[in-house]
T-cell receptor, first 112, second 112 residues
Framework: QKEVEQDPGPLSVPEGAIVSLNCTYS??????FMWYRQYSRKGPELLMYTYSSGNKEDGRFTAQVDKSSKYISLFIRDSQPSDSATYLCAMKVQGGSEKLVFGKGTKLTVNP | DGGITQSPKYLFRKEGQNVTLSCEQNLNHDAMYWYRQDPGQGLRLIYY???????QKGDIAEGYSVSREKKESFPLTVTSAQKNPTAFYLC???????????FGAGSRLTVL
């Protein structure tokens, strides 16, 4: 079993839809959870960052972490064509020398 | 504006040739990283450096070499020993011990 599993998609939705992106993980020591957005032929950019369990909201984006189920989600409300990108989840164990572990990314297309 | 500059953006190389990818950051970050991204593979760590004149192998270091002579610079050399060098290469940096990475725009290497 891989440390982080992420459905690669592709996922195609109409404009205005609610999008749910998910990752599961096996290492219960993960404490820090991130979502990166990567546009085609660009570098990833940090979208959301959460510590431990709970929800975090930023505009149309909500990140959820359920440590008991080892499951994280990113919700996008009122999706826009500009949200079309690959979304990568990433996780890290507490400790400065530890490395980020990335999911493989989910490619999302929002159709106008 | 602070950020990470990768060059060249596109690079073509003949088999058997070494090639060096440049990565420069003006964020005053201590740590720097090189990742390789292939379709369906996610991000894989090649090398990372926490401080000047020190670096560690990541998960796929074979066929690659790095140096860290200056805090701002972390060049990656793809040697002829790398069997499948065609890929998208991403450089990233972070404050030492930080959980969040800042990425460059990437360099796409194609071996002809």
């Amino acid at each position: 079993q891989k440390e982080v599993e992420q459905d690669p998609g592709p996922l195609s939705v109409p404009e205005g839809a609610i999008v749910s992106l998910n990752c599961t993980y096996s290492n219960s020591a993960f404490q820090y959870f991130m979502w990166y957005r990567q546009y085609s032929r660009k570098g990833p950019e940090l979208l959301m960052y959460t510590y431990s369990s709970g929800n975090k909201e930023d505009g149309r984006f909500t990140a959820q972490v359920d440590k008991s189920s080892k499951y994280i989600s990113l919700f996008i409300r009122d999706s826009q064509p500009s949200d079309s990108a690959t979304y990568l989840c990433a996780m890290k164990v507490q400790g400065g020398s530890e490395k980020l572990v990335f999911g493989k990314g989910t490619k999302l297309t929002v159709n106008p | 504006d602070g950020g990470i500059t990768q060059s060249p953006k596109y690079l073509f190389r003949k088999e058997g040739q070494n090639v060096t990818l440049s990565c420069e950051q003006n964020l005053n970050h201590d740590a720097m990283y090189w990742y390789r991204q292939d379709p369906g593979q996610g991000l894989r760590l090649i090398y990372y450096s926490q401080i000047v004149n020190d670096f560690q192998k990541g998960d796929i270091a074979e066929g690659y070499s790095v140096s860290r002579e200056k805090k701002e610079s972390f060049p990656l050399t793809v040697t002829s020993a790398q069997k499948n060098p065609t890929a998208f290469y991403l450089c990233a940096s972070s404050r030492r011990g930080a959980n969040v990475l800042t990425f460059g725009a990437g360099s796409r290497l194609t071996v002809l």
